[in-house]
């Protein structure tokens, strides 16, 4: 079945490099995605990347796509407090429904 | 300002009591959906509804019943068979539910047991 499996905490000094590692299962996934969930409220999208693409970025933020090895990354340069959240890969796989995973917590020591 | 708003915040349940969670969009919005996020787990996808009077089960329907009366509106109901029903509820919308489509994330209810 369809998964998406992501280490669930890492921890950085301000100003430095974040990353933040995803694998999933479906090679069928048209899109994949970064959402963003601050304490106690909803996700946001972050970014998303296109299947055929190996790399996008914007602003801070750079995805990686390996679609060989199934693995995408997400790193956040120059990490911020502000930046301190739980992080959420996700994939649409071969329903169209998005499969998410576990998070990653992301805390960022002043 | 349009968004998706979840209510309560916070809402409390007895054994045997079913419970609603309401979700409202002003998005205009066809597909509209709703997970359920535990801990370390990631969210799991409870119901979805892409057209009003329509809806289908997601990974994890047991215990769980929507309505979709209404265009924006989507209420959850968490029945007595959800034994195990704390967790943070997360409700969400997108244009038409296809592919690449933003979802729009209200900011959620946390259920607990009393």
């Known amino acids: 079945?369809?998964?998406?499996?992501?280490?669930?905490?890492?921890?950085?000094?301000?100003?430095?490099?974040?990353?933040?590692?995803c694998t999933y299962t479906d090679?069928?996934?048209?899109?994949?995605?970064?959402?963003?969930?601050?304490?106690?409220?909803?996700?946001?999208?972050?970014?998303?990347?296109?299947?055929?693409?190996?790399?996008?970025?914007?602003?801070?933020?750079?995805?990686?796509?390996n679609k060989?090895?199934?693995?995408?990354?997400?790193?956040?340069?120059?990490?911020?407090?502000?930046?301190?959240a739980i992080y959420f890969c996700a994939e649409d796989g071969n329903t169209g429904k998005l499969i998410f995973g576990q998070g990653t917590t992301l805390q960022v020591k002043p | 300002d349009g968004g998706i708003t979840q209510s309560p915040k916070y809402l409390f349940r007895k054994e045997g009591q079913n419970?609603?969670?309401s979700c409202e969009q002003n998005l205009?919005?066809?597909a509209m959906y709703w997970y359920r996020q535990d801990p370390g787990q990631g969210l799991r996808?409870?119901?979805y509804s892409q057209i009003v009077n329509d809806f289908q089960?997601?990974?994890?329907?047991?215990g769980y019943s929507v309505s979709r009366e209404k265009k924006e509106s989507f209420p959850l109901t968490v029945t007595s068979a959800q034994k195990n029903p704390?967790?943070?509820?997360?409700?969400?919308?997108?244009?038409r539910g296809g592919l690449n489509e933003k979802l729009f994330f209200g900011s959620g209810t946390q259920l607990s047991v009393l």
């Open chain 1, 1 to 21: 079945g369809e998964d998406v499996e992501q280490s669930l905490f890492l921890s950085v000094r301000e100003g430095d490099s974040s990353v933040i590692n």
């Open chain 1, 27 to 65: 090679s069928s996934s048209t899109y994949l995605y970064w959402y963003k969930q601050e304490p106690g409220a909803g996700l946001q999208l972050l970014t998303y990347i296109f299947s055929n693409m190996d790399m996008k970025q914007d602003q801070r933020l750079t995805v990686l796509l």
């Open chain 2, 86 to 95: 704390t967790a943070f509820y997360l409700c969400a919308s997108s244009a």
């Open chain 2, 45 to 47: 996808l409870i119901y």
């Open chain 2, 19 to 21: 419970v609603t969670l």
């Open chain 2, 28 to 30: 205009n919005h066809d």
């Open chain 2, 57 to 62: 089960k997601g990974d994890i329907a047991e």
């Open chain 1, 68 to 84: 060989k090895d199934k693995h995408l990354s997400l790193r956040i340069a120059d990490t911020q407090t502000g930046d301190s």
